[in-house]
T-cell receptor, first 114, second 113 residues
Framework: EAGVAQSPRYKIIEKRQSVAFWCNPI?????LYWYQQILGQGPKLLIQFQNNGVVDDSQLPKDRFSAERLKGVDSTLKIQPAKLEDSAVYLCASSLKGESHGYTFGSGTRLTVV | AQSVTQPDIHITVSEGASLELRCNYS??????LFWYVQSPGQGLQLLLKYFSGDTLVQGIKGFEAEFKRSQSSFNLRKPSVHWSDAAEYFC???????????FGQGTRLTINP
């Protein structure tokens, strides 16, 4: 079974620039999550999709972050404009039934904003 | 709302020694509890999970954890660590019927040869 794929692995941008991350979940997994992991902290949920609908985006900074999951498969997370404090690892995870015990995480995208 | 505390930011043990990583959670009902491991540059790998039943849970790589409701704890243990166990360890809690996980801040494990 292929895992959760994320790209790019690393990205360096200047503040105020925009950036996008891509995630391809495990085939058949209906639920997709984006987590933000700041250095020295545990991951924090940004947004959760069930198929192509948003279930929870309460911690997504909507003035600069956006995410979509077209056709209920791949997902893109965008930041525009980026701030220095957005430097973090962005982790994508997926699960079959949307239950918390069935997560598989991708390797993440490490973003550095300079 | 649920929360997780990992009191130890960094732990160093010698190879072959025993290990215990502490985790305390806050949640009003019976929680779902997890331990994940993260090697540098990698995603999170599930070590073990607890939902109900036997409070001593066995996981991969020789790890185990014990759920103690009276202490709101879910400590991770391993009888003898290997150099390859050096990594960051995260405890997480999920609520029944809910889907998101809340993570602790992590404990970095260093192994001395």
């Amino acid at each position: 079974e292929a895992g959760v794929a994320q790209s790019p692995r690393y990205k360096i941008i200047e503040k105020r620039q925009s950036v996008a991350f891509w995630c391809n979940p495990i085939s058949g997994h209906a639920t997709l999550y984006w987590y933000q992991q700041i250095l020295g902290q545990g991951p924090k949920l940004l947004i959760q999709f069930q198929n192509n609908g948003v279930v929870d985006d309460s911690q997504l900074p909507k003035d600069r972050f956006s995410a979509e999951r077209l056709k209920g498969v791949d997902s893109t997370l965008k930041i525009q404009p980026a701030k220095l404090e957005d430097s973090a690892v962005y982790l994508c995870a997926s699960s079959l039934k949307g239950e918390s015990h069935g997560y598989t995480f991708g390797s993440g995208t490490r973003l550095t904003v300079v | 709302a649920q929360s997780v505390t990992q009191p130890d930011i960094h732990i160093t043990v010698s190879e072959g020694a025993s290990l215990e990583l502490r985790c305390n959670y806050s949640y009003g009902a019976t929680p779902y509890l997890f331990w994940y491991v993260q090697s540098p540059g990698q995603g999170l790998q599930l070590l073990l999970k607890y939902f109900s039943g036997d409070t001593l849970v066995q996981g991969i790589k020789g790890f185990e954890a014990e759920f103690k409701r009276s202490q709101s704890s879910f400590n991770l243990r391993k009888p003898s660590v290997h150099w390859s166990d050096a990594a960051e360890y995260f405890c997480a809690v999920g609520a029944q019927g809910a889907q998101k996980l809340v993570f602790g801040q992590g404990t970095r494990l260093t192994i001395n040869p």
